[in-house]
């Protein structure tokens, strides 16, 4: 038998403007592309051409739609319009597309997949072997997971634009990467589809999602989706709610973008839980880590967020005893977990790490002195934190089964929104009352709390 190799497919960009009517004329268009073996891309830049398909029905859709031209041409270079703007006259000839952007290879009206298509061939051959591509997909882009079935997390980036003085992942990672929206949302879909019941979105610094490529424009589902943190928050929960799961973040800085996502919070879309690594709260201090966001005025914006999110439960960490920590530093950390009643906090003793620029600080605090002030932080911590649990007594909340031996007929362990996985508490399930009554990991179960257990909570599965 001769060994033969197959070209790989033809990738079509595709932009998806408008309303229903040019949906679907952008459905027609792509099957017809999907049946003669051309793939499509989830980028402009990984695309041998991109079409877009235009709305010129009121001003701010002429806009999009040229900006979306623009950036097309800016990042691939070879672009067919299509659909209703594509009609429209301009203001010196009878074009406009062709007016603002004349380098596009071909300008189409409304409902002309054919035109499209011929357009297409001539500037992207039909792939040699149409046959090959309507194999479907491989279901398998959401990779090996270590985590159980039922929960995964989502990495949307690498590295970190930032260099906090006391940390080192920038010189072993580099400057943020933030990986392309499509492919984020299409492993989220695909994570989804194969069980998972929640999403953890992590990366160094979730809130700068999308710098470093200046929120390009990436496709989703054949429109635009811009790679930044609120719409890839915002496109995460919309698909989570068809798979009735849970999305929460992590590792997001107080920016005053952040505030955008609240409302998603407060409407249940995604999880109104927030891990924000404040490490200490005295602007010094903050200042001299070289903290991003350090010169927020973080009790404000906390405020703010409770009062949009009443829900919300806010994670964070701490550093006790960082080089040049005063007493006085220490008690506005310690003023601020009062008054912030951050509802789960840990605190680090600063421990020196190899490499990083705090070494050279001035002002070493003795390592008791760190240890003590950790003490007395986490002292304040479990208070507040305690407080919070009691009064959740008597609430009932949705459960995520994490472990039931025996199908749970001697109970289980799961967790509300209020915990993340391995960080956080828990929900201790007692066995249920009816004998017919089971749980199975990866259920959500409604639960009445029945008492709080240091950093847990116990409940009865209704
Ligand atoms: S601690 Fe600072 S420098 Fe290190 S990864 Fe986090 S934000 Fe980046």
């Known amino acids: 038998m001769s060994e033969s190799t197959v070209a790989p497919a033809?990738?079509?960009g595709f932009v998806s403007l408008g309303c229903p009517k040019a949906l679907t004329d952008s459905e027609l268009i792509l099957t017809q592309l999907r049946a003669e073996g051309y793939e499509t891309s989830k980028t402009f830049a990984g695309a041998?051409?991109?079409?877009?398909?235009?709305?010129?029905?009121?001003?701010?859709?002429v806009k999009e739609s040229l900006d979306t031209i623009g950036e097309a041409l800016a990042e691939n270079g070879r672009v067919i319009v299509t659909g209703c703007l594509g009609a429209k006259a301009g203001h010196a000839t009878d074009n406009l597309i062709r007016e603002v952007h004349p380098s596009v290879l071909a300008v189409t009206g409304p409902h002309a997949t054919q035109e499209v298509m011929d357009a297409v061939h001539q500037h992207v051959p039909k792939p040699h072997d149409p046959f090959v591509d309507l194999v479907p997909e491989a279901r398998g882009i959401a990779g090996i997971k270590l985590t159980p079935k039922h929960y995964?997390?989502?990495?949307?980036?690498?590295?970190?634009?930032?260099?906090?003085s006391f940390c080192i992942i920038p010189s072993m990672r580099g400057d943020l990467v933030s990986r392309p929206i499509g492919d984020v949302l299409g492993e989220a879909r695909a994570l989804f589809e194969s069980g998972v019941k929640e999403l953890l979105v992590i990366s160094q610094d979730t809130s700068a999602y999308g710098v470093?490529?200046?929120?390009?424009?990436?496709?989703?589902?054949?429109?635009?989706?811009?790679?930044?943190?609120?719409?890839?928050?915002?496109t995460l929960g919309e698909i989570a709610k068809g798979y009735g799961a849970w999305v929460r973040l992590h590792y997001v800085y107080p920016y005053p973008h952040v505030?955008?996502?609240?409302?998603?919070m407060a409407e249940g879309l995604i999880l109104p839980y927030l891990d924000v690594p404040f490490q200490h709260a005295h602007p010094d201090v903050l200042k001299r880590m070289k903290r991003p966001a350090n010169g927020e005025k973080n009790m404000e914006r906390i405020a703010r967020w409770r009062e949009v999110c009443p829900e919300i439960v806010i994670r964070s960490t701490f550093i006790a005893g960082f080089p040049g920590e005063t007493e006085a530093e220490f008690q506005t950390l310690l003023d601020f977990m009062e008054e912030a009643r951050i509802d789960r906090a840990g605190c680090f003793a600063y421990s020196p790490v190899e490499g990083a620029s705090a070494n050279a600080l001035e002002g070493a605090v003795p390592d008791a002195v760190r240890e003590e002030r950790r003490a007395r932080f986490m002292a304040v911590a479990e208070r507040v934190s305690a407080a919070k649990l009691a009064s959740r007594v008597g609430a009932t909340m949705q459960v995520l089964v994490d472990s039931a031996p025996a199908m749970g007929r001697k109970g289980g362990v799961g967790r509300s929104y209020a915990d993340a996985p391995e960080i956080d508490g828990t929900v201790r399930l007692l066995p249920p009352q009816k004998a017919s009554k089971t749980l199975k990991v990866g259920d959500f179960v409604k639960a009445r709390i029945v008492a709080a257990e240091g950093h847990d909570l116990v409940a009865m599965a209704l």
């Open 10 to 12: 033809p990738k079509i």
């Open 48 to 61: 041998d051409l991109v079409i877009v398909n235009t709305c010129g029905f009121i001003d701010d859709a």
């Open 152 to 164: 995964a997390y989502l990495k949307i980036s690498e590295g970190c634009n930032h260099r906090c």
């Open 212 to 234: 470093d490529v200046k929120y390009r424009t990436g496709f989703w589902d054949g429109r635009p989706v811009k790679t930044r943190m609120l719409d890839l928050v915002a």
């Open 259 to 264: 505030d955008e996502v609240l409302p998603l």
